[in-house]
């Protein structure tokens, strides 16, 4: 079983061809500090925020999924309770 109850973690998602038309989106307001913060830039004042994981938008599915899916579902199958929680916007 895992050793933490909750982790926040956070997928950034890379423009869509809108915003990259557009000049406005991740590359312009986000710098990723490390695998766990990321500092946001909106109207020139920077706020940097930490999580327990950041994926940037170059992440793939495969090792979110890895990262984040497996051990919580393993533990299931092991007879623990797990919830895993994705809230945001989508590619679907």
């Known amino acids: ?12 998602r890379p423009l ?3 915003e990259a038309s557009l000049g406005i989106g991740a590359n312009n307001h986000l710098q990723f500090t ?3 913060g990321v500092v946001v830039t909106h109207q020139g004042a920077p706020t940097t925020f930490s999580f327990d994981r950041i994926f940037d938008v170059n992440t ?14 393993d533990d299931m199958i092991a ?7 994705a ?6």
């Open 16 to 18: 869509n061809s809108r």
């Open 60 to 73: 793939s599915q495969d090792e979110v999924f890895n990262t984040c899916a497996v051990q919580t579902i």
């Open 79 to 85: 007879g623990y309770n797990g919830t895993i929680f």
């Open 87 to 92: 809230y945001g916007q989508t590619g679907s």
């Open 34 to 36: 490390d695998q766990h």
């Open 1 to 12: 079983m895992s050793s933490c109850a909750i982790r926040v973690i956070a997928r950034f």
